[in-house]
């Protein structure tokens, strides 16, 4: 495709007003330093067009001073005072014409508008970017960097490009955290921070959300430059300099908000906070996670800390989000509801987020129109989340874990766009640097959703890695999503994607190499080619280990079991594609040293596995190796031989339903077809009407007894169908024989163990929406619960039998990991 004309700005005079001041002034100087960072040019500025020259003040410029390439920068209020703005258009009669259209242009601006657009003619370039108000020229000059072509010492911009944009929602912006359960920020400089919100603030960010210095986390961690309350004020400034919106997400940590002697004390500090930031648009307050208050007392305390908010900050509300994780979802949210429909005054809007058990439009009908909604959105996790990975491989769950860089632009921009039209904008729920990319599409699609993600990707590799990099990085960015999608052992993108990346990195100069956008994308292809190899490989050792166990007749029960050990330790002692697992290794040092990215507990600080450290999980084991380890062990205790060759044969049937039985492993692939898809990811990406596949990794952090107890945890534990709050499950089966009778056997899966809040729960199953089965079996936190009923023959009379599971009380989740229908034997008619 040929190269679109272009214009030379590397001699180009920024022109702005002299009474630019604010959020505008400080547009011009991101123009011109971020220009510089990418160039080693640092364009002159003026506020006069007679100065371009050097002329004196009473001199009238040369006609070649009218050669000089210009960006005209400001406001159209500002820029219409400015003098001598007529002399930059005198030499080209198509220059006028198009100066003459900028107002037409501008009238068309809603708030945060702007107009960019590159003129040349006679030799003349100049390029407009005029602001709608401040925030508008900020994002002019965000476009402008994102679409010019920046080298060193070049500057060059398409001669022909023309734009009039404005954002469609309101409500644009991340939070970024300030503690220790991030897998960044905390390590993070004051410049470090304002950088990253400059750069969101090209992509049209509007706000920022932070925090305060007592939340669900230590205060202090180890890598902190800054004290959290003096970081605070800092960012505070920050984020107002540039004209944005400054939000602080506050829970409410105390226990009893019905003690006047607590009440007293959490009003002191809120009021140490809010009298000490320089700005302050709103707080938002959680229902939970962490907190727990029933609506009642929430909205009597939120009223009471309005009042203090608006003492130092008279322009400033609170919003309120919905999250129940204490109560029952659905009594809890009915009271929210009826508080909000008294309409208070001091509440400035709602917002919808993680916890909120309730779909965004019906969410939306039940509040009223006065009040916004802001979407509080998990653009952070992989699973165990909002919107989890579909399907996710087990093997990269296991793995990557919650917080690994994830990348997911075509995932992100569906989740966004089904539910946009019902919201006013969105704040992310972000724990880190991990979600970088899905930041971008985000504020993209909230400025514009009709934005194919592809150009976001491009701007975002031309601005941050390098303008020759726009397409190549854009594209990798994309393969990295596609490379999650689907069986990860029969995905053969992976290899793929590793060739596109490892060939930028063999051409890429010490500063795309150094880069650490670039690096993050690197490290994630190499990982994802790495846990791919391994999973190849110890797929086939389980099956060898297997082997070894069905000739255990032959060779004797405990040399086989001994085999077995030394099988499957292969995996250690002979491990695979090490040089992947090194280059891994090599870039989380790199990105560690870059921008403090936490990707290990002891090297790098992560507060846990599970908050960005997925280079402590990359040699997780990928095949049952914990299970039959465990079960070889017990099978081991055993003093007889026929006992000890009668377990091993248990061992290897385990799955085994018997002849005319079904056996389906639910969170497998294989399985899918059995499994109600409820409304579907589609319309449903955040599960709440549909089941989901859910890894549940803190099983195979069992205490060793406990795993005794239970034989080991397999793998099909691990991986099963959740679904949330009220929602059933419904298995289908056929074929079934009208003269057999059968039995249902069930593996049900606790939740995640909490030591302060009960997840157990309880649970029904009922056969074609007539015979109940069982009712009220408790599952466990953090347990996996076998439960075997009979089968009652005419439930099954015409050859078909549905089961629906339905949580009944307890923790709002329900997981089912495994299901046996066994054939007893057949009854003649």
Known sequence: MAMKPTIDLTTAVVVSAESASGAEAKAVQVLIEEIAKRTDVTLRHTYDKRDTQNAGADECPSPSAHLTPHIIVGTWASLAGLANLGNLTSFASETITATEALPALVGSLQPEGYVLQAVSTAGLATVFIIGADARGVLYGVGKFLRKALLKQQSIRFDEAYKEASSPRYPIRGHQLGYRPKTNAYDAWTVEQYEQYIRE???????????????????????????????????????????????????????????????????????????????????????????????????????????????????????????????????????????????????????????????????????????????????????????????????????????????????????????????????????????????????????????????????????????????????????????????????????????????????????????????????????????????????????????????????????????????????????????????????????????????????????????????????????????????????????ADEEARLAQIRQLLNRTNPGPGGYYDNLGSSSSANRVDPGRGWEVDPGYLYSPRTAPSIYLLEMKKEKQDALGGIPLAWVNHINTLTDTPIHVTYDHLDPHSSYTVKVVYVGDTVDAELSRDYWASMMANDRYLLQDEVRIKQGMATTHESPIPQEAHADGKLKLTFQRTRGFKRLNIAEIWILRQHSIQA
């Open 200 to 638: 969101l603030a090209l992509f049209g960010a509007n706000s920022i959300e932070i925090m305060p210095p007592r939340t669900d986390d230590d205060a202090i961690g180890p890598l902190m430059k800054v004290d959290p309350s003096e970081m605070m004020i800092q960012l505070s400034a920050i984020i107002d300099s540039y004209g944005m919106h400054v939000w602080i997400w506050y829970p409410n940590m105390a226990d009893d908000y019905a003690d006047p002697q607590v009440r007293q004390l959490e009003l002191a500090e809120r009021e140490e906070i809010f009298s000490k930031l320089s700005r302050i648009d709103a707080v938002m307050i959680p229902g939970s996670d962490p907190g727990g208050m029933h609506p009642d007392p929430l909205f009597e305390w939120s009223e009471e800390m309005s009042q203090l908010l608006r003492r130092y900050h008279p322009a400033a509300s609170i919003w309120l989000s919905p999250q129940v994780m204490k109560y029952e979802p659905r009594p809890w949210l009915e009271a929210f509801y009826k508080q909000v429909e008294r309409e208070p005054e001091w509440l400035g809007g709602v917002v919808f987020g993680p916890h909120v058990d309730e779909s965004l439009p019906d969410y939306r009908a039940r509040i009223p129109q006065k009040y916004q909604i802001r979407r509080y959105e998990d653009i952070t996790h992989n699973f165990h989340c909002q919107y989890p990975v579909v399907d996710w491989d087990l093997s990269l769950a296991l793995t990557a874990g919650r917080e690994s860089y994830n990348p997911r632009p075509l995932a992100q921009k569906h989740i966004h766009n089904v539910f946009a039209p019902y919201a006013d904008g969105n704040i992310s729920y972000s724990e880190g640097i991990n979600d970088d990319v899905n930041k971008f599409i985000w504020s993209d699609q909230d400025w514009n959703s009709d934005t194919p993600v592809i150009e976001t990707l491009r701007d975002f590799a031309r601005l941050f890695i390098g303008c020759d990099y726009a397409e190549t990085v854009a594209q990798g960015l994309m393969a990295l999503e596609a490379n999650w999608v689907g069986p990860l052992i029969v995905n053969d993108h992976v290899e793929v994607t590793l060739q596109q990346w490892t060939q930028l990195e063999e051409d890429a100069p010490p500063q795309v190499l150094n880069n650490y956008r670039f690096q993050m994308g690197l490290l994630r292809a190499y990982y994802d080619a790495y846990v791919k190899r391994r999973l190849i490989y110890e797929t086939e050792l389980e099956y060898k280990a297997k082997d070894a166990l069905r000739g255990a007749r032959s060779s004797g029960s405990l040399a086989a079991l001994e085999r077995v050990g030394q099988l499957l330790q292969l995996s250690v002692t002979e491990p695979v594609a090490q040089d992947y697992k090194q280059r891994c290794s090599d870039l989380a040092d790199d990105l560690f040293a870059n921008i403090g990215s936490q990707l290990t507990v002891e090297r790098h600080f992560a507060i846990s596995v599970g908050r960005g450290a997925f280079m402590d999980t990359i040699d997780v084991p990928l095949n049952n190796a914990n299970w039959l380890y465990t079960q070889c062990r017990l099978i081991k205790e055993l």
